[in-house]
Every structure is written in structure tokens, then in C-alpha cells.
């Protein structure tokens, strides 16, 4: 393998890290608010590009306005999920039944989206999709560069809705103590029906972004969710910035190795380093005791 | 005299009851006595990772079942199909198929989608004595076995690049291709093809300059693609089992500026509209796919099941997967089985299909050796020309048109 090879994959691992970012990025702010592990992530992204691909096929809506619909239409989503499902977990078991119910609504999107698109691929397409910019030698794609602005800007929206406004006070008191919360006047069950609504329509974002750089169909999803929930624990579960972090390092590992020495090898390496990173620190690169003390 | 009486009882009871029990099993789905309806039972990927497959494989049993009705059925009996669901699961087609011949009892069982799940499914069928006959089943793996009962419809694949690698070896050398990069999925229907290509390649004097196999779990090909790009390779050879990949490198390479001058992949151009919509419009003028049949295919009765399918389901006949002539066959090749022993006897209806007779099916003539593979149809090469997906290989057989060589740039 030569150095320009070895270049070429980290920044590829970069910017796919920042696309994998974009996807994990409501996952971590589910499990921060609300305790829950989202396992229908994955279709949630799918569904997201399907949102995308009617608006731009049926509508002649491009891919980044169109954000301007499913984004609110994703956060209504995640509301009626929060309302109808999540918030009849009881807390003792929360986190656990959560595995059992976000898998339900995974197979009932996946069952409306088959029901209403079929099972064939599709891919989004525009008119920067497949148009690179040479940079250093390295044609660098569009699409992958929209993505990892889209992440980054998302962080920096996401941190400062966290950090700098009163409802961040209130998702981040209901993630340290939901009584205390309650006590101090936080309107818990508001604040965390807001928030995976928030989480949910964030992987509009990711999901259009996906869907312009991988064909997919309503069974897409299950290939995604294990690398997301990779990501999120070895960010650390509930840290925005740990899942950008660890998509980034996730991916440069993946594509250096797949590049290096062989694909087959890629996935073995990276959950190699996640066993050993988790064993020096169980709660992940960012995780929420790091998190609380920001 | 009473303990006598109950045992009799109870004795007489179990005898009913099982009676009973074997009425409902034969009369759920075997052949049964008299007219009454047949039932053929399959199990498809209606989900996962082959859902698109299994689901183009489910029209082209139900086309066939609606086909052979309209004739009458298989000796005077209606036939009913039962498809289960295995979710592209090697353990949940096991299930399928006892539940489908130790339980429901059907008369016939057809294939599933896929190497990796005929080989077990194949092995539950064997274990109760079924014809196991097949479309998308054609690995080696399958017929490395030992198994006597099953038979695949379809090309075998090991063979499937050959006729695409012997025509660029018979280029003139001026013309010819100077250097190749493969790679694959590590699945059981790809990973035998591409050696032998490989083989005949270099043979040729085609060099070899990447080669890779890659987990079919993989959801980012950016590496692999880039990695090919960057080998500039004059042939990519790929591995893939599915629209996706193909899908994946196609879009990689347009953003590396990267126009082999030969692009063929195992499957996913052979899908259709499905493809084009995948890859983009344009995009797809000039790869190639191996495969046995085509929507444009020569042969009456494909004709007719083309004409039928867009009957039934609409669309137009670029749009048919070719999945949907594998299952047609399947359901044609085991239907003259039937007709031919006049029964539903498993071992008759293997011994049949072993005798080296020659059967017909929309995919062309089909004859099968001992191990169950179609020895009577050579694989041809297809290639996208504008917008149609034509015959193109071997070059002197009838309906075969010139390839496009080299490959049109992409339209981005």
C-alpha cells in the first residue's frame, strides 16, 4: 500500500465518519434523555430517505431543501413515538423493554415502507451526488463533504441548544435526576418528548445523506444499526460529540485497515479497539459522566 | 373385564385420534386422493438482505402456479402455493422447510433465493426424501454436497464469467485489455466465479492488479472502490450479489473519475429498472452481467411469461428481474417431472430428473448431471446499451449483438 493510499483512506474514513455521525446522532441523544436504546434507528434513517427520494421523485423537491420538510416531519414522528410508545416504559425496566419496543416500531415502519415503496433499491440522486473536487490529489466527493458539513454543524446546533439555552438546562437536569428535575419545575415528560423528537429528526439529515451515497430498500436498516450502536457506545452513550468522534475513528480504522491489509479484517480491528477502549473506560470516549461535567 | 374394556377404549380412541391426525396432516397440503387442490410449498426472502430476489422469485412461482391452473393443474389436481417468509435467514429456511414437509405435509417443495440458503434448505428436503428442485441455487457448495435430490434450473455459476473472460482473450492483442482488478463479496455464489475468470485473464496476459474479498456485511465500500480507482485498472471484474454493490462502486468510481474500460459485476445489473434507478440513468450503458436469461430472450414461452408478467403485474419487460424466469423454471422443470412419472412420488420424480432426459423451461433446455447441475445451457453475458439490457455473449450466438468496447464514459 502506498502513502497516497493510506491518505486517501483516512480521508475517506473522515468524511464517511461524518455521514455515520450524521446517522448516530439521534441514537446517543435518545439514550442520553430518555434512557432508551433506539433499535429502530436503523429504518428511521431508511425512512428518512424515503422522505427524501418521494419528495425529489414525486415533488421535484431537491435533496437540501427538502430537509425543510422531513426534518419537522421526522420530529413529529419522533413525538407520536415518545408519546404512543416510549413513555408507557415504566423506569425500572426502561431500558431494557425499550430494545423490545423501538423493534416493534422498526418492523412496523418497515412494513408501511414496504407496503408503500415495494423492495426494490433506490438511490437518491442529484446533481452533486457523483461530482468530486480535487484537492491534494484526492478527489474528494460532494456528497461525503455536504455530509461532514451537515455533522458539524449539527454538533455545534446540538451543543449549543444543550448548553446555551434554558431548554438544554432542562434535558440535561432530566438526564442527571428526573425528580430533582421535577422539583426544581422542569417539565420532565415535555422536555423528553421534545427531545427524541429532536433525536428523530436529526436522522432526516443523516437518512438524505445516506440515501445519496448507498442504494438502499426498507430492509436497509438492519445492516445499519449494529455500526450505529457501535458508534454510540464507544462515543459514550448519550454524548453528541463522542458518536462524531467515534464515527470518525471508527470509519479511518475500517478504510485504513479494508485498504492495508483486507477488507474481511476491517470490522474485527475496529470492535478489537472498542473492547479495549471500553475496558479502560466502560462508559465510552465522551460518555455521560464526562458529559455531566462539561 | 372393566380394565379390558378401558384399555379397548382407550386403545380404540388413540387409534382414532391418530387416524384422525394423519386425515388432517394429507389432506393439508400432500396429493391426497381424487381432485382436490395440491399444495407446492417454498420458502422466499420476503425480507432482508435478498428481499428484492425473494420477492421477483415470488411472482415467478405464482406466475407459473397461475399458468399451470389455467392448464388444468398437475394431473387434475389445483395447486395451491404456500410461501413462508425466511427473512434471507440460513436458520429460518431450515425451519421453513420442516415445517413446510414434516408438518404441512406438501405435495412438492420449490427452491428459496440464494446459495447460502438452498445448501441447508436442500439438506432438510434430502433428510425427508424431497426433489428438491431449484433457480438460485447454482454454487458449488451446493452440488460439493452429495445431496441426490437437488437440481438447479438455472446456469451453474462457477462457469458463469467464463464466456465474458474468453472474449476478451480472444481480443487481438493490440485491442486487448492489459490489466484487471477483482473483487468480491465473500458469499457462496460469487467467490467461485471470479477465480476462474482470474485464470483465464491471466492466461491471456491480463494482469492482475488488485484483488480483494470484502464481508457481505459491509455498508461502506468508499475503500474498496477507491482502492480499485486508484489501480486503474482496464477491467473490473466484481463480485456482488446485489443491486447495492454494484450500485456503491458505480457511484465511487464516477466521483474518482475512474471509467474502466470493461465493467462487469455477478448480479445486480440483471435486476432491471431496479438498477438503473440505482446507479442513475445513463450510468448503466456498458456493463456487463452474466446470467442464462433476459427479458429480450428469443423463445416462445419466455415471450409469453413476459407478456403475462406485465399483464399481472405492469411495468414494462426491462423491468422483469430475471429472478422471475429461475422461479418460472422451476415451477416448469418439476411440473414435467410430475407429468411425466404421473405421480407425486419423491423418488420417482428424482429418478426422473437424474435419467439425463432433456426438459424445457423459459430459460432455455435443461439436463442434469449427476450432481444436479443444468448441463444443457451455456451462460451468456448481457450488456447494457442504451437503456436495454442485450445478449451480447459469445459473439456468434443467435440474437447476440456487438458489445459496446470500451465501456461509454459515465453520464454522471
Redesign the interface.
Known amino acids: 500500500m502506498s502513502v497516497?493510499?493510506l491518505l486517501?483512506?483516512i480521508v475517506?474514513?473522515i468524511l464517511?465518519g461524518g455521514v455515520y455521525a450524521l446517522m448516530a446522532a439521534g441514537l446517543t441523544l435518545i439514550f442520553g434523555v430518555m434512557d432508551i436504546i433506539n433499535i429502530a434507528q436503523g429504518i428511521m434513517v431508511v425512512l428518512g430517505a424515503y422522505l427524501s427520494y418521494a419528495l425529489s421523485t414525486h415533488l421535484g423537491i431537491g435533496l437540501l431543501p427538502g430537509l425543510l420538510i422531513t426534518v419537522p416531519a421526522m420530529f413529529l414522528l419522533g413525538v407520536a413515538i415518545e408519546f404512543g410508545f416510549m413513555r408507557r416504559l415504566r423506569e425500572v425496566d426502561r431500558t431494557g423493554m425499550s430494545i423490545l419496543i423501538t423493534f416493534a416500531v422498526a418492523i412496523l415502519i418497515?412494513g408501511v415502507l414496504?407496503a408503500v415503496f415495494?423492495?426494490?433499491?433506490?438511490?437518491l440522486?442529484a446533481s452533486y451526488?457523483?461530482?468530486?473536487v480535487r484537492v491534494l490529489g484526492f478527489?474528494l466527493?460532494y456528497i461525503y463533504l455536504i455530509g461532514f458539513g451537515l455533522a458539524v454543524a449539527l454538533l455545534v446546533a446540538l451543543y449549543a441548544v444543550l448548553y446555551r439555552t434554558k431548554f438544554g438546562r432542562a434535558i440535561r437536569a432530566s438526564l442527571q435526576n428526573r425528580t430533582a428535575a421535577d422539583l426544581i419545575g422542569v417539565n420532565v415528560n415535555r422536555t423528553r418528548t421534545i427531545s427524541v423528537g429532536i433525536g428523530v429528526a436529526v436522522t432526516a439529515i443523516g437518512g438524505m445523506v445516506f440515501g445519496a451515497?448507498?442504494?438502499?430498500?426498507?430492509?436497509?436498516g438492519?445492516?445499519?444499526i449494529s455500526?450505529l450502536l457501535a458508534i454510540v457506545i464507544l462515543g459514550g452513550l448519550g454524548s453528541i460529540g463522542g458518536a462524531m468522534a467515534a464515527a470518525i475513528l471508527m470509519?479511518v480504522i475500517?478504510?485504513?485497515v479494508?485498504?492495508w491489509w483486507?477488507?474481511?479484517w476491517a470490522?474485527l480491528v475496529y470492535f478489537a479497539v472498542l473492547v479495549v477502549v471500553l475496558s479502560v473506560r466502560p462508559q465510552g470516549l465522551f460518555g455521560r459522566t464526562a458529559v455531566r461535567a462539561q | 373385564m372393566n380394565i379390558f374394556r378401558r384399555c379397548a377404549v382407550t386403545a380404540l380412541a388413540i387409534a382414532m385420534v391418530s387416524l384422525l391426525a394423519a386425515c388432517g396432516s394429507s389432506s393439508k397440503g400432500g396429493a391426497g386422493s381424487g381432485s382436490g387442490p395440491i399444495t407446492i410449498g417454498a420458502s422466499l426472502s420476503l425480507?432482508?438482505?435478498f428481499?428484492?430476489d425473494g420477492?421477483a422469485f415470488e411472482r415467478g412461482y405464482e406466475l407459473w402456479v397461475h399458468d399451470q391452473n389455467a392448464k388444468g393443474g398437475l394431473l387434475g389436481h389445483k395447486i395451491r402455493l404456500e410461501v413462508l417468509s425466511d427473512a434471507s435467514s440460513p436458520a429460518q429456511v431450515v425451519s421453513n422447510y420442516e415445517r413446510l414437509i414434516g408438518s404441512d405435509h406438501v405435495a412438492l417443495v420449490f427452491g428459496p433465493f440464494s446459495t447460502l440458503l438452498t445448501l441447508p434448505s436442500a439438506r432438510v428436503a434430502a433428510r425427508y426424501g424431497y426433489a428438491f428442485v431449484e433457480g438460485a441455487g447454482g454454487g458449488p457448495a451446493v452440488f460439493g454436497t452429495g445431496l441426490h435430490n437437488v437440481f438447479d434450473v438455472s446456469v451453474p455459476i462457477k462457469d458463469n464469467l467464463v464466456t465474458f473472460a474468453q472474449w476478451v482473450a480472444s481480443m487481438p492483442a493490440a485491442q486487448r485489455p492489459k490489466t484487471a482488478a477483482y473483487a468480491t463479496t465473500?458469499d457462496p455464489f460469487t467467490q467461485p466465479q471470479i477465480p476462474v475468470a482470474q485464470h483465464i485473464l491471466q492466461a491471456a496476459g491480463v494482469k492482475t492488479l488488485s484483488s480483494?474479498?470484502?464481508?457481505s456485511?459491509?455498508?461502506?465500500f468508499?475503500?474498496?472502490a477507491?482502492?480499485l480507482a486508484?489501480a486503474d485498472a482496464d477491467i473490473v471484474v466484481l463480485g456482488s450479489v446485489?443491486?447495492?454493490t454494484v450500485?456503491?462502486f458505480v457511484?465511487?468510481f464516477?466521483?474518482?473519475?475512474y471509467n474502466p474500460k470493461i465493467f462487469i459485476a455477478t448480479a445486480g445489473p440483471d435486476?432491471g429498472?431496479?438498477f438503473v434507478?440505482?446507479?442513475?440513468a445513463g450510468n448503466e450503458n456498458g456493463i456487463f452481467v452474466p446470467n442464462g436469461w433476459y427479458p429480450g430472450f428469443q423463445k416462445a414461452d419466455s415471450l409469453q411469461m413476459v407478456k403475462e408478467y406485465i399483464a399481472r403485474y405492469g411495468g414494462s419487460a426491462s423491468d422483469i428481474n430475471a429472478d422471475v424466469a429461475e422461479a418460472y423454471s422451476v415451477g416448469q422443470v418439476l411440473a414435467q417431472a410430475v407429468e411425466a412419472t404421473h405421480s407425486f412420488d419423491q423418488s420417482k420424480i428424482i429418478s426422473y430428473l437424474h435419467s439425463g432426459v432433456t426438459l424445457n423451461s423459459v430459460q432455455g433446455p435443461v439436463k442434469f448431471d449427476a450432481l444436479g447441475e443444468n448441463t444443457a445451457q451455456k451462460t451468456l453475458t448481457f450488456q447494457w446499451q442504451n437503456g436495454a439490457l442485450v445478449q451480447t455473449l459469445p459473439t456468434n450466438t443467435p440474437g447476440s449483438k456487438p458489445p459496446l468496447y470500451p465501456k461509454p464514459n459515465?453520464v454522471?
Open positions: 497516497t493510499d486517501h483512506a475517506d474514513g464517511t418497515e414496504s415495494g423492495v426494490d433499491y433506490v438511490q440522486h451526488v457523483d461530482r468530486s478527489y466527493p451515497t448507498s442504494a438502499f430498500n426498507p430492509n436497509s438492519y445492516d445499519l455500526r470509519l475500517n478504510d485504513v479494508a485498504v483486507s477488507p474481511t470490522p | 425480507s432482508g438482505d428481499s428484492a420477492q465473500n480483494t474479498v470484502f464481508p456485511e459491509v455498508t461502506d468508499t475503500p474498496i477507491s482502492k486508484s446485489d443491486v447495492p450500485s456503491s457511484h465511487a464516477i466521483q474518482q473519475h435486476q429498472a431496479a434507478k440505482a446507479v442513475g459515465w454522471g
